[in-house]
């Protein structure tokens, strides 16, 4: 390893400020974070989600501040450099209003399918990106299917209405949304089965069981893409739950492991299914679902939201999101809401943090904590960068990566109120960090 050439901190008073890199010294004593020779799995990528009520909040802005915002969020010479990113299939909980693509009752043959509501919100911004990063990769999810498809017939709560007519239906519903943005010149990559298999809400939501997910991928879904010559990978997500169950869950991460092991334990499930989508409380199984399963793909596909405050203390706790879903071997982090208005207050009542608010009535760009956070690891962590290995006692802090052209990166957090003295070695010299109090940094070496 090289020796560091760029070193970036954040703290709650001034964000992104470069520091003076340390010389190094010979090894005398036990460093504090030591990185290792150690490789493991390759880094997608980062996003955010792509939602109607954040293209909203984004066209307040004038055109040359609109466009730097875009810039900065999808170009790879912009600040964040995302590549991967989600939008929902019909309405999420951030929709204007709920909606579905189909709401025609009893049509089977999905006849009456459109996503002209798209092409007025998601389609633009999905547009704007890609014409910043034509490699953007995209992946889809529902948030409820049709209404006539559930019980009770409703968006919000219930479950899929468990008849093979209707699941046929559904599967071609999937489909013909692929089919839909492909005409558009936009390439699903990945759809993810259900967002939060296991929430039963008040926004558009469906719950899922385990054997139901195996069921309908292997037996609807997945046939259904090969008969159609589809490509798009199907991903098992995304499993999680929401807040105020959080604690309970917690201690049932055997339940939501079980989600994943019961279909993929299943080999003709098994052999559609690319990967694994976890959120929220799933955070609480990804480990025993990656040990399980090594060979495949995962992601953590939605950032937890905060209260709409988008305070410095939410900020450090969302470091700790990044730091343990990586570490538990996620090949990609995407985050939630990209830009709202403040508060960023949904459809249906709850306020949620979000990267970038814009207030309509002074319509400026404010890049809030944890846009930074996102940028720590972004800027610098490009797609095919790999986590390697690390030993200390600031392992639970830090994340550390090594990019395509051979440079190492640090992401490490100081979360104390004073500042302290970090010592990091590659094995042959030992670099001393002093980290700000409640810092945010990004270390940078020569190859």
């Known amino acids: 390893m090289g020796q560091p050439k760029r070193w970036i901190s954040s703290v709650r008073e001034e964000q992104w400020v470069e520091k003076a890199v340390p010389s190094g010294t010979d090894v005398g004593g036990a460093a504090d974070l030591t990185l290792t020779s150690d490789v493991y799995q390759t880094v997608e990528g980062f996003g955010g989600c792509f939602n109607e009520l954040g293209y909203v909040a984004l066209n307040h802005l004038s055109e040359e501040d609109r466009k730097q915002v875009l810039f900065n969020l999808f170009h790879p010479d912009g600040e964040q450099k995302f590549s991967i990113c989600r939008l929902p299939i019909g309405a999420s909980d951030y929709a204007l209003e709920w909606y579905s693509h189909n709401e025609t009752d009893g049509d089977y043959t999905m006849e009456h399918f ?22 953007l990769k995209l992946f889809a999810s529902p948030w409820s299917p049709p209404t006539w498809m559930k019980f009770p017939k409703a968006y919000n709560y219930g479950t ?51 054997e139901q997910l195996r ?10 893409f090969e008969k159609h ?51 929220w409380a799933g955070k609480w ?17 939605e950032n937890e939201c905060g209260d709409g405050t988008n305070t410095w203390e939410y900020a450090k706790y969302v470091f700790n999101l990044y730091q343990h879903y990586f570490t538990n071997q996620v090949n990609a982090y995407i985050y939630w809401n990209m830009v709202l208005e403040p508060k960023g207050r949904s459809t ?90 409640e810092s945010f940094n990004t270390i940078v070496f020569d190859k």
């Open 348 to 437: 249906w009542g709850w306020e949620q943090n979000s990267m970038i608010t814009v207030d309509s009535a002074h319509p400026t760009v404010e890049n809030n904590p944890e846009y930074y956070v996102m940028k720590h690891f972004s800027h610098f962590v490009t797609p095919g960068s790999h986590r390697i290995g690390q030993q200390g006692h600031w392992f639970g802090n830090a994340v550390s990566y090594e990019t395509p052209n051979g440079e190492r990166v640090v992401v490490i957090a100081n979360p104390f109120k004073e500042a302290r003295m970090v010592r990091i070695s590659d094995g042959t010299a030992v670099y001393e960090f002093e980290l700000e109090a």
């Open 114 to 135: 459109s996503i002209d509501r798209d092409r007025k919100y998601l389609i633009p911004y999905i547009k704007d990106a890609l014409a910043l990063n034509p490699d």
């Open 285 to 301: 199984a990804i480990q025993r679902t990656t040990i399980s399963y090594p060979e495949l793909r995962y992601m953590q596909t």
């Open 229 to 279: 010559g589809l490509d798009t990978e199907i991903w098992l997500g995304t499993i999680n739950a929401p807040e105020p169950w959080d604690e309970w869950l917690k201690k049932k991460a055997a339940d939501h492991d079980a989600y994943a092991h019961t279909v993929l334990s299943d080999p003709e499930a098994y052999k559609y299914v690319k990967g694994v989508g976890y959120q």
């Open 160 to 210: 899929l209405i468990w008849e093979k007519e209707n699941l046929e239906a559904y599967a071609l519903y999937f489909v013909k949304f692929v089919q839909a943005y492909k005409e558009e010149g936009i390439t699903i990559h990945q759809i993810h089965v259900q967002n939060e298999v296991v929430a039963d809400q008040k926004f558009p939501s469906c719950v899922w069981t385990g």
């Open 215 to 224: 069921e309908f991928i292997r037996d609807y879904l997945g046939p259904a």
